[in-house]
């Protein structure tokens, strides 16, 4: 058994129907670009410099055909900042002791208690002052007709 449901017009209102869906989904992914490289400009700006490599690290990326976007931040050392580190000990890996100058003086130590970091956000600071105006402007284009 079958049941056939037609429109009057029918191929022309489906292709209406599709070219609607096709610059809604254009809009939200416009706006979507948008707010990554917005999140990703305020990241770069609060990001603490020393040699600003952490700010030349940052990046982002069109994903889900464009329905999403990733911010990222390819510094090894990118977490450890954003969140801090806990005290921990540092020991050597390939010699017998560490080495290190400072005061132009040389330190040797067989191992070395560091106090830990303390974190200094970056990038989901950056997320937090766009998200509100991402939802609102997405609820926005979804309304509109």
Do not use: C
Request: no cysteine; proline share 6%; charged share 30%.
């Amino acid at each position: 058994m079958r049941v056939t449901i037609e429109m009057p017009n029918g191929r022309r209102e489906i292709g209406r129907i599709r070219s609607f869906h096709a610059a809604k989904r254009r809009a939200i992914i416009r706006l979507i670009w948008e707010t990554a490289t917005r999140i990703e400009s305020s990241a770069i700006a609060r990001a603490p410099v020393d040699l600003g490599n952490l700010r030349r690290s940052m990046g982002k990326r069109s994903l889900l055909g464009g329905l999403a976007a990733e911010i990222f931040n390819t510094a090894e050392y990118a977490a450890h900042v954003e969140f801090g580190t806990r005290p921990h000990e540092i020991r050597p890996r390939t010699r017998r002791v560490l080495s290190w100058v400072r005061y132009g003086n040389r330190f040797f130590a067989r191992r070395v208690r560091h106090p830990g970091t303390r974190p200094q956000p970056f990038l989901f600071p950056a997320w937090e002052d766009h998200r509100q105006a991402f939802i609102s402007r997405i609820i926005q284009e979804l309304r509109r007709q």
